[in-house]
């Protein structure tokens, strides 16, 4: 069973592109978080998806930021008009369906993002 | 509001000897504890957690928690320390908020082993 997998794990932008991050969850999750670490600041939250729909986007700025997690496919995680406040490590982390607080939730790798 | 304290930005220990990490929680209802490992350049992983039950918690890596609910800690410890537990560790807590269950991690604590 392949872990959670996130793409690319490396991005490179200029001021004023876009980044689309990619995350595709654990084979039978259904729950996807995406979570932003700065250093000195922890790993902050920034939206929580379940298929089609956005739980709890509380975390994300309001401008230039969306997320989706559509029926078939990964989880996009993008950022439209980058800047250099934007560059981070990016997280994706999923659980299984359901809201027991039994479930922990499994990580992938990152999306290490850096704007010049 | 939940919120996660970990107080030590960073913990030097020599190898061999025990180690503790401090968490210390603040929810309005029954918290649900976790400990979680990051190692250089890698995602985090689950180390151990907390619902119900015994105080003390073992996990993954020779790893153990005690929950004190009087004192709302969930410090990490391990008897021995290993070179290799040196990495970044997270303390969260889980607790339901609108129908799901919302998480909130610490800011995290540096481990260092020295050999």
């Known amino acids: 069973n392949a872990g959670v997998m996130q793409n690319p794990r490396h991005l490179v932008r200029r001021r004023g592109q876009e980044a689309r991050l990619r995350c595709s969850p654990m084979?039978?999750?259904?729950?996807v978080y995406w979570y932003r670490q700065l250093p000195e600041e922890g790993l902050k939250f920034m939206v929580y998806?379940?298929?089609?729909?956005?739980?709890?986007e509380s975390g994300m700025p309001k401008e230039r930021f969306s997320a989706e997690f559509p029926k078939e496919g990964p989880s996009i995680l993008r950022i439209q008009q980058v800047v250099r406040g934007d560059s981070a490590a990016y997280f994706c982390a999923s659980s299984p369906p359901g809201t027991s607080v039994l479930y922990e939730q499994y990580f992938g790798p990152g999306t290490r993002l850096t704007v010049t | 509001a939940q919120s996660v304290a970990q107080p030590e930005d960073q913990v030097n220990v020599a190898e061999g000897n025990p180690l503790t990490v401090k968490c210390t929680y603040s929810?309005?209802?029954?918290?649900?504890l976790f400990w979680y490992v990051q190692y250089p350049n890698r995602g985090l992983q689950f180390l151990l957690k907390?619902?119900?039950?015994?105080?003390l918690v073992k996990g993954s890596y020779g790893f153990e928690a005690e929950f004190n609910k009087s004192q709302t800690s969930f410090h990490l410890k391990k008897p021995s320390a290993l070179v290799s537990d040196s990495a970044l560790y997270f303390c969260a807590v889980r607790v339901s908020s609108g129908g799901y269950q919302k998480v909130t991690f610490g800011i995290g604590t540096k481990l260092q082993v020295i050999p």
């Open positions: 907390y619902i119900t039950g015994d105080n």
């Open positions: 084979k039978g999750h259904s729950h």
């Open positions: 998806l379940q298929k089609e729909n956005i739980i709890d």
């Open positions: 929810v309005s209802g029954n918290p649900y």
